[in-house]
């Protein structure tokens, strides 16, 4: 893998971001979550690190299964691999 710039790394936290809220609205509609919160953390030091945490707040209705939070996040890493494979 190429030495990451500044740039690719901003790049990969909007991947990650944009990337697992597209895959939590894909399995749960809109109008069920309160709230979704999506927290990357990025450590690139030797090695490229990186921890995604999904967190949805669904409105007290909905039977949305909480392992989706978990998918996307497994999601958005793998979104990001494919993104580190094209540089």
Do not use: G, P, R
Request: hydrophobic share 45%.
């Amino acid at each position: 893998m190429k030495k990451l710039t500044d740039e690719d790394l901003d790049k990969i936290s909007e991947i990650a971001v944009s990337s697992a809220q597209d895959f939590v609205l894909s399995k749960v509609s809109k109008k069920e979550i309160n709230d979704i919160d999506i927290d990357v953390e990025i450590n690139y030091e030797d090695v490229l690190d990186i921890n995604i945490t999904v967190n949805l707040l669904f409105d007290e209705l909905s039977a949305a299964d909480t392992k989706v939070a978990d998918e996307a996040a497994d999601h958005a890493l793998l979104e990001i691999e494919k993104f580190l494979d094209k540089i």
